[in-house]
């Protein structure tokens, strides 16, 4: 027996809101493996996933708020400047005046890859918690959107859990990104994994991720297994490559990739998925709102630090009308 379809619910059912850590980014000059020697950093720059894709749905216009902690520090202070300007509701935003903002230190190896060195577990973005204000944003929110890179801070899943009831009662929707850093990933739970997949309206795996989501090693099998077990679209980031929507209804769209040179690919992921999601509240159709969200990827990888790109749809406009794409 066919599950129910659930659709994305319409920007006039609420806000989209998010959860989890908000950090700031401190990255290496330049390419190397690791953090084993002295070497040149460059930042802070506000970040952390959940913020960097609230941010991009404010940008565009969405509504959007966020429930997370930060420190009483520069740290924070940073963070919340920048969310408040673009837009971001951040009264669930909690500031500890015991634990410091958490950090991500980052540096790109010669082969495009990256070694991370967090401190979220022992920040204030460990501290999350179901307070009063995640409550109210909860309750008027239309669409929750959950990243996998914030499922290893326990307080999560309790807020989560609420949050997902209300919009649900709202006649909301769901989304999650199965994006789980391997620095992160012994702190995830496995099981509560599978529910936000199971329970997604909108899945936005990266590469292999899809198939991590659905347990099998081909990609066709993995869109129908998911399918099945209800989600209600899946969309799969390809880099450079670009992108694919699967539908529930057996239908699939293709759309290449922008060429650009990639200064700093860290955030692209939550801007292409904020700007699918956004654009699919606001009434576009998914091959537009696809088209767009390639640009947003793109456009944020040409841009040191990863909230230096987002950009609202007249910037998009502009860098899509000046950028070629892949044949």
């Not at 950090?23 to 460059?42: H, K, N, S």
């Not at 692209?268 to 998914?286: I, N, V, W």
């Amino acid at each position: 027996m066919s599950l129910p379809r659930r659709e994305i619910a319409a920007e006039s059912a609420g806000p989209t809101i998010a959860a989890g850590e908000i950090l700031v980014e401190i990255m290496a000059t330049d390419r190397g493996m690791g953090f084993l020697e002295p070497q040149a950093l460059i930042g802070p720059y506000p970040s952390g996933a959940p913020a960097i894709f609230i941010d991009q749905v404010a940008r565009l216009g969405g509504g959007a708020g966020i429930i997370g902690c930060v420190g009483r520090d520069d740290f924070g202070t940073i963070n919340l400047e920048r969310l408040r300007r673009d837009g971001v509701d951040v009264s669930a935003v909690a500031v500890s005046d015991r634990y410091p903002t958490g950090s991500a230190f980052v540096r790109y190896r010669p082969d495009g890859g990256r070694d991370f060195v967090y401190n979220i577990a022992e920040s204030a973005a460990g501290r999350i918690s179901l307070t009063e204000e995640a409550r109210r944003l909860a309750d008027g929110a239309g669409h929750l959107h959950v990243m996998g890179s914030a499922l290893s801070i326990s307080g999560l899943k309790e807020i989560i859990a609420y949050a997902a009831r209300a919009v649900r009662a709202r006649g909301g929707s769901t989304s999650f990104d199965p994006n789980v850093r391997k620095e992160l990933i012994d702190g995830a739970d496995g099981a509560q994994f599978s529910r936000l997949v199971d329970d997604a309206d909108l899945l936005l795996p990266s590469g292999d991720e899809l198939l991590a989501a659905a347990g099998v090693d081909d990609e066709g099998q993995a869109v129908k297994a998911l399918i099945a077990r209800g989600v209600g679209e899946i969309v799969l980031k390809r880099g450079a490559a670009g992108s694919t929507r699967f539908g529930a209804d057996g239908s699939r769209i293709d759309c290449a990739g922008f060429l650009v040179e990639e200064v700093d690919p860290t955030g692209a992921g939550d801007c292409f998925g904020a700007t699918y999601l956004t654009c699919r509240r606001k009434g576009m159709e998914p091959a537009k709102a696809l088209f767009y969200a390639n640009a947003a990827g793109a456009r944020n990888v040409t841009r040191r630090g990863p909230m230096e790109g987002i950009a609202g749809f007249d910037v998009l406009d502009a860098f899509i009308a000046g950028t070629a794409r892949a044949a």
